[in-house]
């Protein structure tokens, strides 16, 4: 090759590289930066189409605001969305509908149709956070419910009101039931509930569900978050969602608010302290003064025995009488033998003969 050939190549190799310099500098003037591309490593059997979408999504936040924000893939994770604020005010109902009762479960979750349980970690106020499941058969117990008394959930106290049914204030709420999850004492599935939540507000909804897959063996997606204003160490009520998988929500389909109230006693949201509406306290379990024994013995020193009647011995509960205080037990007071005979009662196979 000639030497001009040479240098008409050289000078068409420059001005090729500088046309391609000055077209980057007008790209970068135009948009700020280079475009994301996916990443090489993206091209790898071992990457799916979701993994290479995120990975090209999360590049592209970075450069310009979205419209919309993609929600977590772990259905536990961050703190309930629901603005207590658009929630009426406790009116002696247990629940009110979400959404229009329709359930918020994204397309993800949609998908599960395998025994699927997860349940947030106590914050640092050692509150639960949502309890997420795929609840199918394989989730429901097979035993008897455990013991849960162990747990003290934030906020617990243990008070007695005379207008509450079973007269505790506050039981240990599952936030996914026993009966579907079969979980029993654990920290992170416990809240302290009102008896009213408990009963009225969460026990309809999860019979339901219950109910559903026993008859039909299907799968129910089913999200319970507690719903805490502030620092307040005791819900003011929760969120309950669920859906039926197969046959896509027709069977179970539900989005509700659930009051942790309690008709006729306000509560103190902030440490669980409480008192009935027109300001008496609750009976703490330390301080009650009621004793059943004693009333029993206050009962009997006004039966008066009548003339020439021997003594015998009886229990609270007994169907015998006895001779012997030591025969009747711990538990046994004096009445007279006529007094025993009225009341159907049989002598002592033991000392009675």
Known sequence: MSRRAKKRKNLLIVALSFTAVLLICIGVGIYGEKSPSVPESALSSEYTTEQIITQTTAAVTETKPQPTTVKPTNPTAGKSK??????????????????????QFSASEKKHRTAYESYSPLDSLGRCGTAFACLCRETMPTEERGAIGS???????????????????????????????AENANERNLITGTRYLNVEGMLPFENMVADYIRETSNHVLYKVTPVYSGKNLVASGVQMQAWSVEDKGSG???????????????????????????GAQGTTAKKSTYKKKPAVKSKVTKVVKPKNSRTVYRTPSGKRYHYSSTCGGKNSYEVSLDEAKKSGLTPCMKCGK
Request: contains cysteine; glycine residues 10%.
């Open 82 to 103: 629901l603005n207590l604020g658009s929630i009426p005010k406790f009116k002696n109902s247990p629940y009110v509908e979400v959404n229009g009762n329709v359930p």
């Open 151 to 181: 747990v003290r959930p934030s906020g617990w106290h243990t008070v007695r009101y005379d207008c509450v049914d079973g007269k505790y204030l506050y039981n240990r709420c599952h936030l996914i039931g026993y009966q579907l999850s």
């Open 252 to 278: 179970i389909s539900f989005n509700v608010y659930c009051y942790n109230s309690q008709p006729g006693v306000k509560i103190n949201y902030s440490n669980g302290e409480s008192a009935l509406s027109g």
